[in-house]
């Protein structure tokens, strides 16, 4: 019988739990299709007294992670701790340093340390594996750094907080305002323990880091994200656009341009009746566009036990096959350093403002958007509510300067 991949698992909340059952629950499918074992030597977590509905005894106890790391029968060290300092990280670089794989979902930790993690795990023949990391479920990072490893991608964009488009779907179909629905998110337990982590876009923003350096070969460049979260879309927003036949999404893009690297994580409309327009409550949705490939769209669940389980498995039946892919696609010397763009490319923009009702208040908004260079390409006037009038534009595309020059001249729009 050949040697099983042993593993070490570093956290045991939901997605640690839910990978246990998997080495259970599949024990002889996976090694048929590894063709070799995958066992579990050895765990560690919080609370060792915790009851999380899966046997425990058969694997040795540590409380401490990095000993967990440094163990001699742990050929993989699985992080699932989370934050991107203390011991999630101490303990990948320790089984980093003696050359173990390490299979994570901490996509704070590589947004943060990934460059120099990959460079300690190529200086010792290993490799870290973070499906579990983006977009949970969806295998989108086996999708760039395998499957569409042949083309040139001109730009990746998707859903990528499923808490965020949530709010923004429940806020549209129940017409609740933001504060509501933000405190039916928090009942559900679907916020971070920090929710500006979610609803200010930084989680999703940590993702698309990791996206970028795959897709772009650059070094991860979260600090170069421009990022804008959903705290401060209203019902109104949701509404008017979709009067206009759009919806508002949480949308990530990253696109290498003739100025740089341009990562964007912000509030869009997106065609309501586009892939992305259509993807409703937590899920996650990744779009890709290689040269050869085209555009390709991956759906499905961002968060939670079995789909955040499943892409670490994903990762830990790579490595049992010796499938070891370098931790961005590529060693991490040959990863440029990225040169953030700093404008960003011409884009439709949406403007909603509140209009005194008097003759010529609409004439004067027109001509200050075309003395800014902005043309409009649609605008709806809405219900008259004494004195003012709201009002929807979609521009044609422009830069964000020319808008800001506009909505300096127009004064403060609502
Ligand atoms: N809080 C994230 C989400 C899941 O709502 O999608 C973990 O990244």
Same mark, same amino acid.
Do not use: F
């Given at each position: 019988m050949p040697?099983?991949?042993?593993?070490?698992?570093?956290?045991?909340?939901?997605?640690?739990?839910?990978?246990?059952?998997?080495?259970?629950?599949?024990?002889?499918?996976?090694?048929?299709?590894?063709?070799r074992p995958v066992s579990v030597s050895a765990v560690s977590a919080r609370s060792r007294d915790k009851d999380r509905g899966v046997p425990l005894e058969a694997f040795a106890w540590e409380d401490d992670a990095v000993a967990l790391a440094k163990r001699d029968d742990v050929d993989v060290f699985v992080e699932l701790i989370g934050g991107d300092t203390g011991p999630a990280l101490e303990a990948t670089e320790d089984a980093l340093a003696l050359g173990k794989d390490v299979v994570t979902a901490n996509k704070a930790m590589l947004a943060v340390h990934g460059q120099r993690l990959a460079e300690l795990a190529d200086a010792n023949g290993a490799t870290i594996r973070f499906e579990a990391a983006v977009a949970g479920g969806i295998p989108i990072i086996k999708a760039l750094t395998e499957s569409l490893a042949g083309n040139e991608f001109t730009r990746v964009m998707g859903v990528m907080n499923g808490t965020c488009n949530y709010i923004l779907t429940r806020m549209e179909n129940a017409g609740l305002p933001y504060d509501d629905v933000f405190a039916e998110a928090d009942a559900l337990g679907y916020l971070e323990a920090d929710p500006t982590l979610d609803v200010g876009g930084i989680d999703a923003g940590h993702k698309l880091a990791l996206l970028s350096a795959i897709a772009f070969g650059t070094q991860v460049d979260f600090d170069g994200i421009d990022i804008e979260g959903i705290e401060n879309v209203t019902i109104e927003d949701i509404e008017q656009a979709a009067d206009m036949g759009f919806r508002v999404?949480?949308?990530? %893009?990253?696109?290498? $341009?003739? &100025?740089?690297?341009?990562?964007r994580m912000s509030p869009c409309l997106v065609p309501a009746n586009s !892939?992305?327009?259509?993807?409703?409550?937590?899920?996650?949705?990744v779009v890709v566009e290689g040269d050869s490939s085209g555009q390709i769209v991956l759906?499905?669940?961002?968060?939670?036990?079995?789909?955040?389980?499943?892409a670490v498995m994903g990762d830990v039946m790579d490595l049992a096959r010796g499938i070891r892919t370098p931790t961005f696609g590529q060693p991490a010397a040959s990863l440029r350093k990225a040169t953030a763009a700093r404008a960003s490319a011409p884009a439709p923009f949406y403007l909603r403002m509140q209009l005194e009702d008097k003759p010529g208040a609409l004439a004067k908004v027109a001509a200050t958007l075309a003395d800014a260079g902005v043309s409009i390409d649609r605008m709806r006037q809405y219900r008259h509510e004494e004195p003012s009038?709201? %009002?929807?534009?979609? $521009?044609? &595309?422009?830069?964000?300067?020319?808008?800001?020059?506009?909505?300096?001249?127009?004064?403060? !729009?609502?």
């Open positions: 040697q099983p991949l042993r593993l070490g698992i570093a956290g045991l909340g939901t997605v640690g739990t839910g990978v246990l059952k998997i080495v259970r629950r599949h024990e002889s499918t996976l090694t048929q299709r590894a063709g999404k949480l949308l990530g %893009v990253t696109q290498m $341009t003739g &100025r740089g690297l341009e990562q !892939p992305l327009g259509q993807l409703e409550n937590a899920m996650n949705m759906r499905g669940a961002g968060a939670g036990e079995g789909p955040t389980a499943s009038a709201p %009002v929807l534009i979609v $521009t044609h &595309r422009t830069t964000r300067a020319a808008i800001d020059d506009a909505i300096a001249a127009m004064g403060q !729009p609502a």
